[in-house]
């Protein structure tokens, strides 16, 4: 079955076959056609151009797309959406002065959701998280990395991999799950590390393994979490079961962590909101995407990654939302992208490009998602008529989203 779209106003983010991702100063550019047309065939891409070569398809469903512009669906590496309850107490905390870490470190933060998530049955946490799959799905996005690390427990995170799986199943958005064992170390394991580090490796692992639940593997690399050594360990244990890394790190303090991040082929690394020029020179030639959390900046008031230094260094960069319960309950990527463009100084162009195929080499999924390209997925945003795709960014926290297609199918 094919569908023909015609007259769209532009259509972005178009690409050839067999590009991964975008780097340097390559990011400022974002192939587009203005009015274009668009056939999808059995749920993929198979023609776009413009309206002058408009194929005339008799058997096809024709959609108009006046005014609309067309762009490939967000894609979101990095979230937690999978957790139980909330942490708005600590928000307010914060907004009385209370700084993130004093939160942790009085049991709070990570420790908490954990405590609720313990708590809580398989069930519930299904019905909880699928609410804000379905959310941030109508928001635009296509795809989504799912990090467990709220469990801290072999029961525990084993069920918050369970749901991710049944999430998987149920919807039709591409997931990935990341195994966070190494997300905090519980109150008893305080004085205990390399007892918890050996829980993670020998008893989780193993049986995350065995049941197939987990695509990465992650650790909050940083002072007071996960040091560089633990981090080394928890990579490596990962890798014998054929878990690449994506790894948080550089959120707080830069403590050499991405070139340990680099050395053990991390897909991806995360958060950098402190990054040093020894940090950029370690990602130069790496096959590693740095990815910037800027709504978690926003949310929790730290710096935003240095995306210019970063992208005049010649690296490529990706746009995720973060979406937990801690320091990002968002999982809006418009919002990202927009932050990005007014916190950031990334061109409208730059931020899509990291919000889409940078997104999608970050997870792992560029070959079928993160750009209009012939084979890969009909996974689509259409906006509202609009003057421009600037007009995203721009006018931000208004809602220009018209519809998404996931996989063919109208959302
Ligand atoms: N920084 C580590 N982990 C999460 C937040 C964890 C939390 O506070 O619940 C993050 O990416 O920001
Ligand atoms: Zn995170």
Redesign the pocket.
């Given at each position: 079955m094919q569908t023909l779209f015609i007259n769209i106003k532009e259509l972005l983010q178009i690409r050839e076959t067999g590009i991964d991702k975008i780097s340097g100063s390559d990011m400022a550019i974002l192939p587009k056609i203005d009015n274009a047309y668009l056939v999808i065939e059995n749920n993929i891409i198979s023609d776009f151009g413009p309206m002058k070569n408009c194929p005339k398809l008799s058997d096809a469903t024709i959609i108009d797309a006046t005014g609309q512009v067309v762009l490939p669906t967000w894609v979101d590496s990095?979230t937690?959406i999978v957790?139980s309850g909330n942490?708005i107490q600590e928000f307010v905390d914060r907004i009385n002065g209370l700084s993130?870490e004093e939160i942790?470190n009085r049991g709070g933060?990570?420790l908490?959701?954990a405590k609720k998530l313990n708590e809580t049955l398989e069930d519930e946490i299904y019905e909880q998280s699928k609410i804000r799959l379905e959310e941030v799905m109508q928001q635009g996005t296509g795809a989504v990395e799912i990090k467990s690390?709220?469990g801290l427990t072999i029961e525990g995170e084993l069920k918050m991999l369970r749901v991710i799986k049944r999430l998987k199943e149920n919807y039709p958005i591409a997931i990935k799950a990341t195994f966070?064992g190494a997300?905090?170390f519980p109150m008893e394991y305080k004085e205990n590390h390399a007892a918890y580090i050996d829980l993670i490796i020998n008893e989780m692992l193993p049986k995350i393994a065995s049941e197939n639940l987990a695509d990465y593997i992650d650790a909050?690399l940083?002072t007071g979490?996960f040091s560089v050594e633990e981090t080394i360990k928890i990579m490596e244990a990962g890798r014998k079961y054929g878990l690449e890394p994506k790894i948080?790190v550089n959120?707080f303090t830069a403590i050499d962590g991405i070139k340990a991040c680099v050395e053990n082929g991390a897909l991806s690394v995360?958060?950098l909101e402190i990054v040093t020029d020894e940090d950029i020179e370690v990602l130069k030639n790496s096959k590693t995407m740095p990815v910037a959390?800027p709504s978690?900046s926003y949310f929790?008031s730290i710096p935003y990654t240095p995306a210019r230094k970063m992208m005049n260094a010649g690296l490529p960069l990706a746009l995720a939302t973060?979406y937990?319960?801690?320091?990002?309950p968002s999982g809006n990527m418009n919002f990202v992208v927009a932050t990005a463009c007014i916190k950031m100084k990334m061109t409208p162009e730059e931020a899509i490009n990291a919000a889409t195929i940078n997104g999608a080499y970050a997870m792992g999924i560029s070959k079928t998602h993160g750009s209009i390209t012939k084979g890969k997925k009909a996974n689509l945003i259409f906006t509202k008529p609009i003057m421009s795709f600037y007009q995203l960014p721009y006018a931000f926290g208004t809602n220009l989203i018209g519809k998404v297609m996931i996989e063919g199918q109208f959302i």
């Open positions: 990095h937690h957790y942490r993130y942790a933060g990570i908490n959701s690390g709220y966070l997300h905090a909050f940083e979490y948080h959120q995360d958060h959390l978690c929790i973060d937990n319960p801690g320091t990002t």
